[in-house]
């Protein structure tokens, strides 16, 4: 089922998005070479609670996952990507970390993610890498609104991840969101444009691209949550909700 949200909704799952932002914002410029992953989830834990919001991680139990998640925000360092689970682990200069967070506020959910490198070393792979996923999702975003399909914003994703020359996994991409944080329509971060679900205003999405450099091959971690490259290349992850208007689309997901 697709969830078509009414305004007032929408303006609530606004406010939760800005909460996702703000906290992403802020765990960033807390992040440092020595910061701890079991640190940053302290600190999301605190700040969730301070706003009187709820993790939607902490519960979370999917099939592809080993058990309930436990923490309050993913930790994806270097090779890892996708659900990284917390670990008593110091960031080291140089390290390309992904946060990935998604809450739940006054009943809607909001979900975003950013990659950045930790410390003050050159790593222009990876921010290469980290660009090629900000400038995916912004075309995918460019391509939502009242009218367009599924297919047309896969597309515009998956046309500048090519562009630049990543592979792309097809096992996990983006998603309908709402009051939870996982619901239809799934949104692939490659497709045929004019294809799949034809979006209306009040439908909101988290779109995520995200790719790894030299593989499109994912292997789980033995902490059964964390997907790491298949090969141990670097890998980055840039996500916002937006909400489809009746002019276009709206990010949700800002500080
Ligand atoms: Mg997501």
């Known amino acids: ?34 910061t701890n992953l079991l640190e ?4 999301t834990r605190s700040m969730i609670n301070d706003a009187g919001a709820e993790s939607c991680y902490v519960d979370y139990a999917p099939s592809f996952g080993r058990g309930r998640f436990g923490h309050h925000v ?16 110091s960031l080291a200069d140089g390290d390309l970390l992904t946060l990935d967070l998604a809450i739940l506020l006054d ?23 980290i660009n090629t996923t900000e400038r995916a999702l912004a075309a995918g975003i460019a391509a939502a609104g009242p009218g367009a399909r599924i297919g047309d914003l896969a597309h515009a994703i998956g046309s500048v991840l090519s562009a630049d020359g990543y592979p792309i996994n097809l096992e996990f991409g983006g998603h309908g969101i709402g009051t939870t944080m996982h619901q ?24 995520e691209p995200w790719i ?4 499109d091959e994912l292997i789980t971690d033995d902490d059964g949550w964390t997907l790491r490259s298949a090969t141990g290349c670097r890998t980055a992850h840039t996500e916002h909700t937006i909400a489809i208007t009746p002019d276009g689309a709206e990010i949700l997901t800002l500080p």
């Open 212 to 215: 790894m450099a030299d593989t």
């Open 40 to 43: 940053l989830d302290e600190w």
């Open 184 to 207: 239809d329509p799934h949104v692939p971060n490659t497709g045929r444009p004019g294809r799949g679900y034809q979006l209306r205003p009040g439908v909101l999405l988290a779109l």
């Open 74 to 89: 993913c930790t994806a360092v270097n090779d890892a990507v996708l659900h990284g689970l917390p670990h008593d682990r």
């Open 1 to 34: 089922m697709i969830e078509i949200l009414t305004p007032p909704e929408v303006d609530r799952a606004r406010r939760t998005g800005g909460l996702v932002g703000a906290i992403l914002q802020d765990l960033r410029a807390r992040t440092s070479v020595g």
């Open 107 to 129: 009943g809607m959910a909001a979900d975003a993610a950013i990659s950045f490198v930790v410390g003050n070393s050159d790593q222009p792979e990876s921010l290469a890498m």
